[in-house]
């Protein structure tokens, strides 16, 4: 099993993503090798990790700590990095799902997922950096 292979197949099982100690053993590799992989999935933006620890903050489109995009499958519940990963969250385990969230402005609920296989809702998604500005500051974005 490869670092990236470990990352997401924990973060699936558990809705967390592994330590860098407990990736490397998932991996059978060194814990200075598992972080060395760390920083390579980090630089080829792949993962984010926190600036101090070199620990998961996300493994888009699923975050590593609470955010205000949990996602509920029949499995288990996750949180999506933003309002766009909330919906990648159901797209990469290819189940359906239910999104809590809320409108930024007012705070109202707004219904929305993914039912048999297809989205439903009446959300606006609003960027506030280019896309091509993403990577810039990502933990921001």
């Given at each position: ?54 620990e998961i903050l996300y493994a888009p489109p699923f975050s590593n700590m609470p955010t ?72 921001f974005t």
């Open positions: 099993m490869t670092i990236r292979e470990a990352i997401y197949a924990r973060m699936v099982a558990t809705g967390r993503a592994p330590t860098v100690h407990e990736a490397a053993v998932l991996a059978g590799i060194g814990l200075e090798a598992a972080r060395a992989e760390y920083r390579a999935l980090a630089d080829a933006h792949v993962i984010v990790v926190h600036a101090g620890s070199g205000r995009f949990p996602v509920h499958t029949d499995a288990r519940s996750y949180f999506g990095v933003c309002a766009w990963d909330a919906f990648g969250v159901p797209a990469a385990l290819h189940v359906d799902a239910r999104v809590e969230a809320a409108c930024a402005w007012s705070g109202d609920p707004i219904a929305c997922g993914v039912d048999r296989g297809q989205a439903y809702g009446q959300g606006v998604v609003h960027l506030l950096v280019p896309a091509a500005h993403f990577w810039d500051d990502i933990v």
